[in-house]
């Protein structure tokens, strides 16, 4: 599809209307646009990325917490499995077990009692205790604790125990809700590994059950690590096993956990605006949560956006009353500036700024900037009027020089005529020269001529003054033939030939020679007329010298200058041997007409600079 221009600068107008006009509202929108817009939104990026890495960084945390959660109960589960190892290794131990009847019973409880004190003994750095309970194979129980009733032959739990284990793929069971029945013990609920004591010579002697107190593992663990207080373990079952009381983890967190079957995850529950990391312990068939209310990382987000966007929103009012505060300072003076070049175009040139002391340079300089340009306009105008009065004498002088030349021309042409009647050769060849240089003269639309036709005015004044000298000089003429049709300044060579003739020679010293040469030098036109007089010294103090000498140079130094500038210029070279006066002008060859006359027009200017 194509648009005309038009519709393009209609459309640049409707554009323009919307946009501000004023160098203070231009100011004030570039500053929104460029600088606050695009820093509020990489301030606003960075925060979401602050919170990016700020909520992986919490993630990181949790992780590692529940890392330590995880070692800390597998901990206690290796160090039940080390006691079983360090009692199925006690020989004492074995043979008062597997053959009770042979011991004293207080004996025999004195030197269970002191094994079981002994094991806990090795594991003091525990956070928390072993509580043994033991049966052998006549079933007398021996415990670490006080119970809280009194002991009785259990041989049916053994039993039961024994037939239990026998099925299973384990020689050994966790029981997670195992009942407590320690005495003043605090919770409901133990962690217990149930073994039977077996030995390869005697077999069967006994079982065994180690217990940890789960709830005061919970309890040691939320102490010792603040930051994991929202804790909540359950079974594969969805069965809670241990929970904070400040949590509330649903049925289907559970299900989500148990459905995903992997031994670590972490995701955000949105609806309870948490993050929940959890791990899960395999021989147990638990499952450790912990959760990490959202709103901490949001609080914190949001407490350091407030004050980021608060110094920004001071910020950007600062800089929005600074910026008009600057524009105001620059765009009052170039209101005043305005006003001025409105009145001075007005002309009412006598209009000056007055530029304060509390300016800037840049306004100071522009307003000393102004008041030398209305000087210089007022200098100007004045030179223009005195130009203008002075072109008017002039042409007032060309129109009284020029009121008939033809009746000069034609009074000429009488002379010329009555002469040639008279067989005055002589007088009608001073005629015919001296009207081609008065018509020459009088034609001042033209100011360049050919070369060729101004050597030809050239021979004409020469013709005259021959006559007038009795032929006391020669003139040679060496021009180039690929400078015959360059342009030069009307009867500019006329007057060289002139001081030559008139200053150049004594009479005394015989017969003067002037040569008039042309030639190209590069782009210019050289032109050179030169004699073998006494030089400028000698015609200087020569007696009887006319005041008037240097006028025609100086008037034709003038006439190159106001034509060609600094391209044009005229030297002299004098020496006792004669003086050569030398013209360097712009080379421009001006084609001929066409000698078949098929254009009838000048072909143009070839040359030149």
């Known amino acids: 599809m194509t648009?005309?221009?038009?519709?393009?600068?209609?459309?640049?107008?409707?554009?323009?209307?919307?946009?501000?006009n004023t160098l203070k509202y231009r100011l004030f929108t570039a500053y929104i646009l460029l600088l606050m817009l695009p820093l509020?939104?990489?301030?606003?990026?960075?925060f979401q990325h602050f919170e990016s890495i700020r909520q992986q960084d919490m993630m990181e945390r949790m992780?590692?917490?529940?890392?330590?959660?995880?070692?800390?109960?597998?901990?206690?589960?290796?160090?039940?499995?080390?006691?079983?190892?360090?009692?199925?290794?006690?020989?004492?131990?074995?043979?008062?077990?597997?053959?009770p009847d042979n011991y004293d019973p207080l004996h025999r409880k004195k030197v269970i009692e002191s094994k079981m004190f002994g094991i806990n003994n090795s594991f003091f750095f525990h956070q928390t205790e072993l509580y043994f309970r033991f049966i052998d194979r006549k079933g007398h129980v021996y415990t670490s604790y006080a119970p809280n009733a009194q002991l009785t032959n259990d041989l049916a739990e053994l039993q039961a125990w024994q037939d239990r284990l026998q099925v299973g793929a384990r020689p050994y069971r966790w029981v997670a809700d195992d009942w407590n029945d320690i005495k003043d013990s605090q919770g409901d609920k133990l962690l217990s590994l149930y073994t039977l004591l077996d030995d390869q010579l005697r077999g069967k002697y006994g079982l065994a059950r180690i217990s940890i107190n789960i709830q005061e593992w919970f309890r040691s663990t939320l102490k010792d690590s603040p930051a994991s207080r929202d804790l909540t373990i359950f079974t594969g079952e969805g069965e809670s096993v241990l929970q904070n009381a400040d949590t509330s983890f649903g049925p289907s967190n559970m299900d989500r956990m148990i459905s995903a079957r992997e031994k670590e995850g972490h995701y955000t529950d949105s609806k309870a605006l948490t993050m929940v990391h959890y791990s899960y312990v395999e021989e147990l068939d638990w499952y450790v949560v912990s959760q990490m209310p959202l709103s901490e990382l949001q609080q914190e987000v949001q407490r350091l956006r407030l004050i980021v966007y608060l110094f920004l929103g001071v910020l950007v009012v600062v800089f929005v009353l600074v910026t008009f505060f600057l524009a105001t300072r620059m765009t009052k003076p170039l209101n005043v500036l305005k006003r001025s070049m409105e009145e001075a175009s007005d002309k009412k040139l006598n209009v000056k700024i007055s530029v304060g002391t509390g300016a800037t340079d840049e306004v100071r300089s522009l307003g000393e900037s102004f008041n030398r340009m209305i000087d210089d306009v007022i200098e100007l105008i004045d030179r223009l009027k005195q130009e203008e009065r002075q072109k008017q004498v002039v042409r007032f002088q060309m129109l009284l020089f020029q009121m008939n030349p033809h009746f000069l021309l034609n009074t000429l042409n009488t002379v010329k005529w009555m002469a040639r009647k008279e067989k005055q050769s002589a007088i009608a060849g001073i005629c015919t020269s001296l009207g081609s240089i008065l018509e020459a003269c009088l034609n001042s639309d033209i100011e360049l001529i050919a070369l060729k036709e101004e050597i030809k005015l050239l021979r004409s004044y020469e013709s005259i003054q021959v006559l007038r000298f009795r032929e006391q000089f020669?003139?040679?003429y060496e021009a180039e033939e690929a400078v015959q049709y360059a342009l030069v300044p009307k009867l500019s060579l006329q007057p060289l030939v002139e001081n030559c003739i008139v200053h150049g020679f004594d009479a005394s010293e015989g017969r003067g020679i002037i040569r008039v040469r042309a030639r190209e030098e590069g782009n210019e036109l050289v032109l050179e007329v030169a004699d073998n007089g006494i030089g400028i010294e000698k015609a200087a103090a020569r007696p009887g010298r006319r005041s008037?000498?240097?006028?025609?140079?100086?008037?034709?130094?003038?006439?190159?200058?106001?034509?060609?500038?600094?391209?044009?210029?005229?030297?002299?070279?004098?020496?006792?041997?004669?003086?050569?006066?030398?013209?360097?002008?712009?080379?421009?060859?001006?084609?001929?007409?066409?000698?078949?006359?098929?254009?009838g027009h000048v072909d143009g200017f070839a040359g030149g600079r």
């Open 3 to 20: 648009i005309s221009a038009g519709s393009e600068s209609e459309m640049a107008r409707k554009w323009r209307k919307w946009l501000p």
């Open 40 to 46: 509020c939104i990489a301030i606003f990026w960075l």
């Open 63 to 99: 992780s590692e917490r529940m890392q330590q959660v995880h070692t800390s109960l597998t901990d206690m589960m290796a160090f039940a499995y080390k006691a079983n190892t360090m009692l199925s290794q006690d020989e004492s131990l074995i043979q008062i077990m597997h053959d």
């Open 474 to 476: 020669t003139m040679v």
């Open 548 to 599: 008037g000498h240097g006028i025609g140079l100086s008037n034709l130094r003038e006439r190159l200058q106001l034509l060609f500038k600094r391209e044009g210029n005229l030297e002299i070279i004098s020496g006792e041997q004669g003086t050569t006066v030398r013209i360097r002008l712009p080379l421009l060859i001006a084609a001929p007409y066409s000698e078949k006359g098929d254009s």
